[in-house]
Structure formats: structure tokens, C-alpha cells
């Protein structure tokens, strides 16, 4: 009985706190990306717009050291290789600060730039930020740039253990001028 109460009472608050996926405008392949400026876990900034001439995988995840971040981040560590050779940088995204960016990346020997959106203002620029009432995430979604600064591919839809791979796929059918499967 007491747990049918419970569940009762957590659920009329959850009907009053405003669930929601911030919305920005909606973004689709060949506009120009969202520019930002960003601390890294080094405290650098980093900006889009500095990627110019660069493929740019742009990946938002929703928290330092969690499963499934590890997991995606680590599958983008083991492939930076292919993805460098390709002319691509990576850069994460998730609204942890700088301080636990650096844990994450030293824990985990990440060797790529991992920036802190705090108030979430890039995730929601990118329709990436998921929010519960006070309570904020970065959606698992990533973004492909072209050298011009334009979105090439938006991935919705992310599994953290082959997402590298289907990246490195899709670079290479854009660079050899064959569209990405869809």
C-alpha cells in the first residue's frame, strides 16, 4: 500500500514539473552549424568556427562516466585514427563543467577535446538539450560539419558502441560524393 502511495504521489509532482526537449529551431543537412565558444578540460576555448577547413564530429552525450558515454567516448578514442586520417576532429559536448571533463578524459585517456555547456546554451542551440523541470541533459545526439561550417549529417539516433564507425562510414561516402545512407 505504501508503495502504490508513492508512486501515486511521484507521479502527480512529475504532472507539474515541466518535462521537456528545449526547442530551438529545427536543423537540417546544409545549413551552417551553430557557432560556439566553449571551455575544454583544459580551460581552453574552443570555437567552431577556429575548425574551419575541418570535418567536425560534434557529439553531445549526457554525462561524464556514465555507461553508455564511456562506452561512445572510448569507441571515438579507439577510432581518432581513421577519423584524423579523414581530416576530422571530434569534439564532445555535456553540460558537466571543465573539472569533471578533465576526470573523465585523464580516467579514460580521452585525447580529444571534451567542452563544457553548463547552462546548456549549445545543446539547445543544436536541439540537444533534454530538460525536467531544474533537471538538464544533453540528449545522445551528434552532428557532422563540413569543412564550410555546414551540418553534413544530424544522427538522432545514437549507439554508443558503433557510432564512431558509422561516422567514419558516412565521411567517407561524403568525401567521395555519394550521400550517406539515410
Not at 518535462?19 to 529551431?25: C, F, G, P, Y
Not at 583544459?42 to 562506452?71: E, I, M, N, S
Not at 578524459?105 to 531544474?134: C, E, I, M, V
Request: hydrophobic fraction near 45%; proline fraction near 8%; aromatic fraction near 8%.
Amino acid at each position: 500500500m505504501a508503495t502504490d502511495s508513492a508512486a501515486w504521489i511521484c507521479a502527480a509532482l512529475l504532472a507539474f514539473l515541466p518535462l521537456s526537449t528545449a526547442r530551438a529551431a529545427p536543423l537540417a543537412p546544409g545549413q551552417p552549424a551553430p557557432d560556439f565558444a566553449l571551455r575544454d578540460q583544459h580551460g581552453q576555448v574552443q570555437r567552431l568556427a577556429d575548425q574551419r577547413g575541418h570535418w567536425v564530429v560534434l557529439y553531445f552525450y549526457p554525462k561524464d562516466d556514465t555507461p553508455g558515454c564511456t562506452r561512445e567516448a572510448c569507441r571515438f578514442r579507439d577510432d581518432l585514427h581513421a577519423l584524423l586520417a579523414l581530416g576530422a576532429v571530434v569534439l564532445g559536448v555535456s553540460l558537466d563543467d571543465s573539472d569533471s571533463h578533465a576526470r573523465f578524459a585523464a580516467k579514460h585517456q580521452l585525447p580529444f577535446p571534451l567542452l563544457a555547456d553548463p547552462g546548456g546554451n549549445t545543446a539547445r542551440a543544436y536541439a540537444s538539450l533534454w530538460s525536467l523541470g531544474p533537471i538538464k541533459f544533453a540528449k545522445r545526439r551528434s552532428f557532422l560539419i563540413d569543412p564550410a561550417g555546414r551540418l553534413a549529417r544530424i544522427y538522432r539516433k545514437v549507439a554508443p558502441d558503433r557510432h564512431s564507425q558509422e561516422i567514419i562510414a558516412d565521411l567517407r561516402a561524403l568525401q567521395q560524393g555519394h550521400a550517406p545512407r539515410p
